[in-house]
């Protein structure tokens, strides 16, 4: 913290007398003071912090270089989903995402110089709200677990109720943060359990339903990849006068499936980056979200929607319509506190679907689903391996490992190059014996074999 150290003008352009004068005026006797109330004395560090010198360009380069070679890099051989389902990009999506007109993700609020970015959103709104059978889709959701907050939050603005069930095949961490959403209203999320095939337990959640339920949350397909009755749990949220939330963490499932919105879902959400962009560590991601089209579910939408309209010669124009932010209203009392645009990963999904078109949607999905299978089957005939649900699947699945520890046989087969899947005994100890494999189109019917076999060899 001393200005005293030569390190700390590396970073700022101030000079030891441009702090003095600054503190001066605020009446701070030295840096360490202005910071004393956020970093108490007791644990401030008292010394430089210990980092070698800095570097040049070059060297820096080479160093980072150097860092990159201690990868591992096992390629075709990662299974690894459980909610981010990476798919093959073609190039000319980074091509067209790169362009200095798109590669930005600021938020379009002036119309006369935003017409190519408002359009894209209205486009990527119109492939959401056909993706899931909905009529109103909006734009600028983080990801596919904030949407599913959102989406709870939406159902309690509409229904005034605030109890809200979820299955317990959503995901562990969407349900973390819807939790974490919901605690802040003193409210908290409830579990309906599971039955031997996977799926929602209808009878667990007739019982959990009543007049004061404001919605159920359900994911198709589910973490452990089964698919899921939607229109059985819409239709008992229903009678219950709640509200019915899809969620799809693997939209391209959607190519063979039918659309949540067809199956009586009233909001639909998902995370869209596996058709966007490669995963990375951190994000970002994508929230796909889409509602009924009434104006009760407009008027409670979150996130920003854009509209087409025509300008006083009659030429097709783009507005952002809809722009639910802290900025424009009482936070406490805005229908969404959203602040950052995913506008850019938004762009590279609309260019990728755009690029696919339904019939390549449908067919990538096929291929996906084939390749599920023949893994699945593959692996499901190993000694000690077995579904661990027995409920219908689309690729990703999972299986029971011998000896009952999912952990140990995924570090066994990454020292032999293969990411063979998530090990789920890290959300749930009830599901320490628990595999879950992610097979793609990326994969080749050597990677999937090669997956068997390692998987036969490190479960001895």
């Given at each position: 913290?001393s200005?005293?150290?030569?390190?700390?003008?590396?970073?700022?352009?101030?000079t030891?007398?441009?702090?003095?004068?600054?503190?001066?005026?605020i009446?701070?006797?030295?840096v360490?003071?202005?910071f004393?109330?956020?970093i108490?004395?007791?644990?401030?560090?008292?010394?430089?912090?210990?980092?070698?010198?800095?570097?040049?360009e070059?060297a820096?380069?080479e160093?980072?270089?150097?860092?990159?070679?201690?990868?591992?890099?096992?390629g075709?051989?990662?299974f690894?989903g459980a909610?981010?389902?990476?798919?093959?990009?073609?190039?000319?999506?980074?091509?067209?995402?790169m362009?200095?007109?798109?590669?930005t993700?600021?938020?379009?609020?002036q119309?006369?110089?935003?017409?190519?970015?408002?359009q894209i959103?209205?486009?990527y709104?119109?492939?959401?709200?056909?993706?899931f059978?909905l009529g109103?889709?909006n734009?600028?959701?983080?990801d596919?677990?904030?949407?599913?907050?959102?989406?709870?939050?939406m159902?309690?603005?509409?229904?005034?109720?605030k109890?809200?069930l979820?299955?317990l095949?959503?995901?562990?961490?969407?349900?973390?943060?819807?939790s974490?959403?919901?605690h802040?209203?003193?409210?908290?999320l409830e579990?309906?359990p599971l039955?031997?095939d996977g799926?929602t337990?209808l009878?667990?959640l007739?019982?959990?339903?009543?007049n004061?339920?404001?919605?159920?949350?359900?994911q198709?397909?589910?973490?452990?990849?089964?698919?899921?009755?939607?229109?059985?749990?819409?239709?008992a949220?229903?009678?219950?006068?709640?509200l019915?939330?899809?969620?799809?963490?693997?939209?391209?499932?959607l190519?063979?499936?039918?659309?949540?919105?067809?199956l009586?879902?009233?909001?639909?959400?998902?995370?869209?980056i596996?058709?966007?962009i490669?995963?990375?560590?951190?994000?970002?991601?994508?929230?796909?979200f889409?509602?009924?089209d009434q104006?009760d579910?407009?008027?409670?939408?979150?996130?920003r929607?854009?509209?087409?309209?025509?300008?006083?010669q009659?030429?097709?124009g783009y507005v952002?319509?809809l722009a639910?932010?802290?900025?424009?209203?009482?936070?406490?009392?805005a229908?969404?506190?959203?602040c950052?645009?995913?506008?850019?990963v938004?762009t590279?999904?609309?260019i990728?679907?755009?690029?696919?078109?339904?019939?390549g949607?449908r067919e990538?999905?096929h291929?996906?689903?084939?390749?599920?299978?023949y893994?699945?089957d593959a692996?499901?005939?190993?000694?000690?391996?077995?579904?661990?649900?027995?409920?219908?699947?689309?690729?990703?699945?999972?299986?029971?490992?011998?000896?009952?520890?999912?952990?140990?046989?995924?570090r066994?087969?990454?020292?032999?190059?293969?990411?063979?899947?998530?090990?789920c005994?890290?959300?749930?100890?009830?599901?320490?014996?628990?595999l879950?494999i992610n097979?793609s189109e990326?994969h080749r019917?050597?990677?999937?074999?090669?997956?068997a076999?390692t998987?036969a060899?490190?479960a001895?």
């Amino acid at each position: 913290m001393s200005t005293q150290n030569r390190s700390y003008h590396r970073y700022l352009p101030h000079t030891d007398a441009d702090v003095a004068r600054m503190l001066e005026v605020i009446g701070v006797p030295s840096v360490q003071a202005l910071f004393a109330e956020l970093i108490p004395p007791p644990i401030q560090l008292k010394r430089p912090l210990d980092l070698p010198p800095a570097l040049d360009e070059a060297a820096l380069l080479e160093h980072l270089s150097e860092l990159a070679q201690q990868n591992q890099t096992v390629g075709r051989t990662t299974f690894l989903g459980a909610g981010v389902h990476p798919h093959t990009i073609q190039s000319a999506v980074d091509m067209l995402l790169m362009r200095s007109e798109l590669y930005t993700a600021y938020t379009p609020y002036q119309p006369e110089i935003s017409q190519g970015t408002l359009q894209i959103v209205f486009e990527y709104q119109t492939m959401v709200a056909e993706l899931f059978g909905l009529g109103l889709a909006n734009a600028s959701m983080y990801d596919g677990s904030t949407a599913a907050a959102e989406a709870v939050l939406m159902a309690r603005r509409l229904s005034g109720r605030k109890r809200a069930l979820a299955s317990l095949g959503l995901h562990p961490e969407y349900r973390q943060v819807v939790s974490t959403y919901l605690h802040g209203l003193d409210a908290e999320l409830e579990s309906v359990p599971l039955t031997a095939d996977g799926r929602t337990d209808l009878a667990a959640l007739a019982e959990r339903l009543g007049n004061d339920v404001g919605s159920v949350v359900v994911q198709v397909p589910n973490f452990f990849g089964v698919i899921e009755d939607v229109r059985a749990v819409a239709q008992a949220a229903h009678a219950a006068g709640a509200l019915a939330i899809a969620v799809v963490a693997e939209p391209l499932a959607l190519g063979l499936l039918a659309p949540p919105g067809a199956l009586g879902a009233d909001i639909a959400v998902g995370e869209g980056i596996g058709l966007a962009i490669p995963p990375s560590l951190g994000g970002p991601g994508l929230g796909l979200f889409a509602a009924r089209d009434q104006p009760d579910f407009r008027k409670a939408l979150p996130g920003r929607l854009v509209g087409e309209t025509v300008d006083k010669q009659g030429r097709r124009g783009y507005v952002l319509t809809l722009a639910t932010r802290e900025q424009h209203i009482r936070r406490e009392r805005a229908t969404s506190n959203i602040c950052t645009n995913t506008g850019l990963v938004a762009t590279a999904f609309t260019i990728h679907m755009s690029m696919l078109g339904r019939r390549g949607f449908r067919e990538l999905a096929h291929l996906c689903y084939a390749k599920g299978q023949y893994a699945r089957d593959a692996v499901c005939a190993l000694p000690g391996f077995e579904p661990r649900f027995s409920g219908p699947s689309f690729a990703e699945f999972a299986v029971r490992v011998p000896g009952g520890d999912a952990d140990r046989v995924a570090r066994r087969a990454l020292e032999r190059g293969v990411l063979a899947g998530v090990a789920c005994g890290r959300w749930e100890a009830a599901y320490k014996d628990t595999l879950l494999i992610n097979p793609s189109e990326a994969h080749r019917k050597a990677d999937l074999d090669r997956l068997a076999v390692t998987l036969a060899e490190v479960a001895r």
